[in-house]
């Protein structure tokens, strides 16, 4: 198993290649998304150059919240070109090609091939480019990881513990495919109520660090449960583009990527 320290070399190393790292987590909802839009716009204001694959295919919300839902990529040398957005951030979603409110129903194979398109596409001088997983463990993850080998992948979960337990399986999943695990993050740590201030814990506290302890795996940092984070998701605006409390988790994880 490669460390951190192996993928943070390969990322301030002149690159030649352009490198991928996937986000991933055990199950839906614990907050990749939010978390992959946040470090990509996070990474853009550090001055790096950072494309964004939405490779859930079957729950796009990459368009909106990096607010460009709506566009549509063009074409260019029979390749997708991906569509900029405000934070620096270029972005390829099965949301920029499918109607507003169409479910896709794809089998595999046929999802596995939109995935290569909008990895296989015009990222012009992008160094590294987040891909935001399917959610889970199935067989199309494990194609898409062993087709395109990323460099490194981060997995997100909440602290409670059957998130944890799903988190674990996305660690094996990873291994399996035998791409280094950059390390964990805790999303939804602790919520302070908005208006006494109280912090209480409705998910656990701590748990993703001490399962990352277990599978010997860097902890890379807790993002607190926080409304803001909730409302700028989504109206198109991630925490990290800004300059309030909610960014600086992001900040702080992304400085981690790139030391
Ligand atoms: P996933 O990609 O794992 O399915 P999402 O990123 O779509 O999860 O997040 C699920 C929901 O939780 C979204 O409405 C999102 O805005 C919200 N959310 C995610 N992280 C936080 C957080 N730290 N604080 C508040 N809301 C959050």
Same mark, same amino acid.
């Given at each position: 198993?490669?460390?951190?320290?192996?993928?943070?070399? !390969? +990322?301030?190393?002149?690159?030649?290649?352009?490198?991928?790292?996937? &986000?991933?987590?055990?199950?839906? *909802?614990?907050?990749?998304?939010? %978390?992959? !839009?946040?470090? !990509?716009?996070?990474?853009?204001?550090?001055?790096?150059?950072?494309?964004?694959?939405?490779?859930?295919?079957?729950?796009?919300?990459?368009?909106?919240? %990096?607010?460009?839902?709506?566009?549509?990529?063009?074409?260019?040398?029979?390749?997708?070109?991906?569509?900029?957005?405000?934070?620096?951030?270029?972005?390829?979603?099965?949301?920029?090609? &499918?109607? !507003?409110?169409?479910?896709?129903?794809?089998?595999?194979? +046929?999802? *596995?091939?939109?995935?290569?398109?909008?990895?296989? @596409?015009?990222?012009?001088?992008?160094?590294?480019?987040?891909?935001?997983?399917?959610?889970?463990?199935?067989?199309?993850?494990?194609?898409?990881?062993?087709?395109?080998?990323?460099?490194?992948? &981060?997995?997100?979960?909440?602290?409670?513990?059957?998130?944890?337990?799903?988190? @674990?399986?996305?660690?094996?999943?990873?291994?399996?495919?035998?791409?280094?695990?950059?390390?964990?993050?805790?999303? +939804?740590?602790?919520?302070?109520?908005?208006?006494?201030?109280?912090?209480?814990?409705?998910?656990?506290?701590?748990?993703?660090?001490?399962?990352?302890?277990?599978?010997?795996?860097?902890? %890379?940092?807790?993002?607190?449960?926080?409304?803001?984070?909730?409302?700028?998701?989504?109206?198109?605006?991630?925490?990290?583009?800004?300059?309030?409390?909610?960014?600086?988790?992001?900040?702080?994880?992304?400085?981690?990527?790139?030391?």
């Amino acid at each position: 198993q490669d460390t951190v320290d192996d993928v943070r070399i !390969a +990322m301030t190393a002149e690159r030649k290649t352009r490198q991928l790292i996937a &986000i991933g987590s055990g199950k839906g *909802g614990v907050g990749k998304s939010t %978390l992959t !839009a946040n470090l !990509a716009v996070a990474l853009a204001r550090k001055g790096r150059k950072v494309g964004l694959v939405d490779a859930d295919i079957y729950g796009p919300s990459q368009p909106t919240l %990096l607010g460009n839902y709506g566009q549509r990529p063009e074409v260019s040398e029979d390749k997708l070109v991906p569509v900029a957005s405000k934070f620096g951030v270029p972005v390829l979603s099965m949301g920029h090609l &499918i109607d !507003a409110g169409r479910a896709i129903a794809w089998r595999g194979p +046929m999802a *596995g091939k939109a995935l290569t398109q909008l990895i296989d @596409a015009q990222w012009g001088d992008a160094e590294v480019i987040l891909v935001d997983l399917p959610p889970g463990t199935g067989d199309v993850q494990l194609t898409m990881l062993q087709k395109f080998k990323p460099a490194g992948a &981060i997995i997100v979960s909440t602290p409670q513990d059957l998130a944890l337990i799903d988190a @674990a399986r996305a660690g094996q999943l990873f291994d399996e495919a035998e791409v280094p695990v950059i390390g964990l993050v805790e999303n +939804m740590a602790g919520y302070a109520c908005p208006h006494c201030g109280e912090l209480s814990d409705p998910f656990g506290k701590g748990g993703v660090e001490t399962a990352a302890g277990r599978l010997e795996l860097p902890f %890379l940092g807790r993002i607190p449960l926080h409304m803001d984070i909730r409302q700028s998701s989504d109206a198109g605006t991630p925490p990290a583009a800004g300059d309030s409390a909610q960014a600086a988790p992001f900040l702080a994880i992304a400085e981690q990527l790139d030391a």
